[in-house]
């Protein structure tokens, strides 16, 4: 069964410091890959997505990912992290030719430090 | 183009009782997808409408489910609650089928 992997539950960094959230797959064929966002209450932003193409995916609130076939990753990274960023990110994962049922890891709960 | 509106926005229910969700998914997008969101389970898929059919399900009772409607709006119906059903709803809407969806701001839902 396919399954997501976010191994950290919580990380701390300071304002300004880069930041990178993992996150690991076990799909047994091509998925499509994204990023969420979610601040307390609310429901769930669309950070950037892979679906093909180019491993090095841009998306809002200057974030990018980098999706790696042999490692079975797609982590998420920003190189300055602002104090706004502090929220849960969720990787989720797709299937092709699996409709829109997606599959999400666990979330990492990111606090920044002022 | 507004985003996909969910109502309401909290509910507050007791054991036993049934409830619906709705939810109104962006303008042309005719995919609708329902999750549910618990601390201790995470987010879970439930299931998925495309043009007024269900095309996936996940893995949850039968009291759980849903329908689509021909202008896209979506509703599910939770029977019989239980204090497990407590939970956020998350609805999201595509355009087609493996495309990107967008979430809602969910329905808030306590069982006392």
């Known amino acids: 069964a396919q399954s997501v992997t976010q191994p950290d539950i919580h990380i701390t960094v300071s304002e300004g410091a880069s930041l990178e959230l993992r996150c690991n797959y076990s799909?047994?064929?091509?998925?499509?890959l994204f990023w969420y966002v979610q601040s307390p209450g609310q429901g769930l932003q669309l950070l950037l997505k892979y679906f093909s193409g180019d491993t090095l995916v841009q998306g809002i609130k200057g974030f990018e990912a980098e999706f790696k076939r042999s490692q079975s990753s797609f982590n998420l990274r920003k190189p300055s992290v602002h104090w706004s960023d502090a929220a849960e990110y969720f990787c989720?994962?797709?299937?092709?030719?699996?409709?829109?049922?997606?599959?999400f890891g666990t979330g990492t709960q990111l606090k920044v430090e002022l | 183009k507004a985003g996909v509106t969910q109502t309401p926005r909290y509910l507050i229910k007791t054991r036993g009782q049934q409830v619906t969700l709705s939810c109104s998914p962006i303008s042309g997008h005719r995919s609708v997808s329902w999750y549910q969101q618990t601390p201790g389970q995470g987010l879970q898929f439930l299931f998925e409408y495309f043009s007024e059919t269900q095309r996936n399900k996940g893995n949850f009772p039968g009291r759980f489910s849903g329908r689509q409607f021909s202008n896209s709006r979506s509703e599910m119906n939770v029977s019989t609650l239980e204090l497990g059903d407590s939970a956020l709803y998350l609805c999201?809407?595509?355009?087609?089928?493996?495309?990107?969806?967008?979430f809602g701001p969910g329905t808030r839902l306590t069982v006392l």
């Open positions: 999201a809407s595509s355009s087609q089928t493996a495309d990107t969806q967008y």
């Open positions: 799909y047994g064929a091509t998925p499509y």
């Open positions: 989720a994962v797709g299937l092709t030719g699996g409709g829109n049922k997606l599959t």
